[in-house]
């Protein structure tokens, strides 16, 4: 197919607006991930700034993880992140198993009601005084249960289930198959791109959960990764009347916030194949 001279100024607009903004997200990464990594003599000649080091070393990763608090927050958030996100799978899959089966008595009442808590939450003051009353408050589970299911991929997973041939659900019942069992042995081995798409939503949310930590804890040794880096980060923002006390170095801080990034951005290729999939099912009917 022959081409015009508008189609390649187009394609020569998007490749240009697709670099720059390729190189928008690269550059952060790449200064953040280099200064990390350099040693901090070599960062002060070089005015703070460096994207290629010249000599590596290690030494801010090994005080981070030896003489801060980092690690028992490392586990901290690894225990939210797995256990919140499977909590958050199984309360999605069972509310939006039966919203999607369109003999629900009172479907569209409860679709109302999802709908609604999108729009409109309890506030900020009731909230806390629930996770209180429940005695949740300085524990794990105060960072885990308060967002145990969230309306909007609720939304998206009933979608995804009624893209489904009704066909499959029709010859199951035939052969005796309860609800229950079609969800557990039909429906989620055939929705594995979709509840992977929602897990990693769930997942980045965990990780990165840091206001319910601040609202709803006040043991140190419950704070998550999000906490104590924002602490670090502080900490180097202390007037100069404070200055006794010894202050993370800038390699320091960018080892602090690649500690915090690179998990996800590890865990993210192995569910990159099946984030399009389950996007574009999940969006085949509002």
């Given at each position: 197919?022959?081409?015009?001279?508008?189609?390649?100024i187009?394609?020569?607009?998007?490749v240009?607006?697709l670099?720059?903004?390729?190189?928008a997200?690269?550059?952060?990464?790449?200064?953040?991930?280099?200064v990390?990594?350099?040693?901090?003599s070599e960062v002060?000649?070089?005015g703070?700034f460096i994207?290629?080091p010249?000599?590596?070393?290690?030494?801010?990763?090994?005080k981070l993880f030896?003489?801060?608090?980092?690690?028992?927050?490392?586990?901290?958030?690894?225990?939210?992140?797995?256990v919140g996100t499977?909590?958050?799978?199984?309360?999605?899959?069972?509310m939006?198993y039966?919203?999607?089966r369109?003999n629900l008595?009172g479907?569209?009442y409860?679709?109302?009601?999802?709908?609604?808590?999108?729009?409109f939450?309890?506030?900020?003051?009731?909230?806390?005084l629930?996770?209180?009353?429940?005695g949740?408050?300085?524990?794990?589970?105060?960072?885990?249960?308060?967002?145990?299911i969230?309306?909007?991929?609720?939304?998206?997973?009933?979608?995804f289930?009624?893209s489904?041939?009704?066909?499959?659900?029709?010859?199951a019942r035939m052969?005796?198959?309860?609800?229950?069992?079609?969800?557990?042995?039909?429906v989620?081995?055939?929705?594995?791109?979709s509840?992977?798409?929602?897990g990693?939503?769930?997942?980045?949310?965990?990780?990165?959960?840091?206001?319910?930590?601040?609202?709803y804890?006040?043991?140190?040794?419950?704070f998550?990764?999000?906490?104590?880096?924002?602490e670090i980060?502080?900490?180097?923002?202390?007037?100069?009347e404070n200055?006794?006390?010894i202050l993370?170095?800038?390699t320091?801080?960018?080892?602090?916030?690649?500690?915090?990034?690179?998990?996800?951005?590890?865990?993210?290729?192995?569910?990159?194949?099946?984030?399009?999939?389950g996007?574009?099912?999940?969006?085949?009917?509002?």
């Open positions: 197919m022959v081409r015009g001279w508008e189609d390649r187009v394609n020569t607009i998007v240009l607006i670099g720059l903004a390729a190189l997200a690269i550059v952060p990464l790449m200064y953040v991930i280099a990390s990594i350099t040693p901090f002060l000649k070089n703070g994207l290629i010249k000599s590596i070393t290690f030494s801010a990763y090994h030896t003489e801060t608090n980092i690690p028992k927050a490392f586990w901290v958030t690894i225990f939210i992140t797995v499977l909590v958050n799978l199984i309360l999605t899959s069972l939006a039966p919203l999607s369109r008595p479907r569209s409860f679709l109302l009601m999802v709908v609604f808590t999108m729009l939450s309890g506030g900020l003051i009731p909230t806390y629930v996770v209180k009353s429940l949740l408050l300085d524990s794990v589970w105060s960072m885990i249960l308060p967002n145990a969230w309306s909007f991929n609720i939304l998206i997973m009933k979608s289930f009624e489904l041939p009704e066909e499959l659900f029709e010859s052969d005796g198959a309860k609800e229950f069992r079609i969800l557990w042995q039909i989620l081995p055939l929705s594995i791109p509840m992977l798409t929602i990693l939503f769930y997942m980045v949310g965990h990780w990165n959960e840091f206001f319910q930590a601040i609202m804890v006040t043991d140190r040794n419950l998550p990764l999000q906490v104590v880096i924002r980060l502080m900490m180097s923002q202390q007037p100069l200055a006794e006390n993370p170095t800038e320091l801080q960018m080892a602090a916030v690649v500690t915090a990034c690179l998990p996800i951005i590890l865990v993210y290729p192995f569910i990159q194949k099946h984030f399009t999939k996007m574009l099912m999940g969006s085949i009917k509002g």
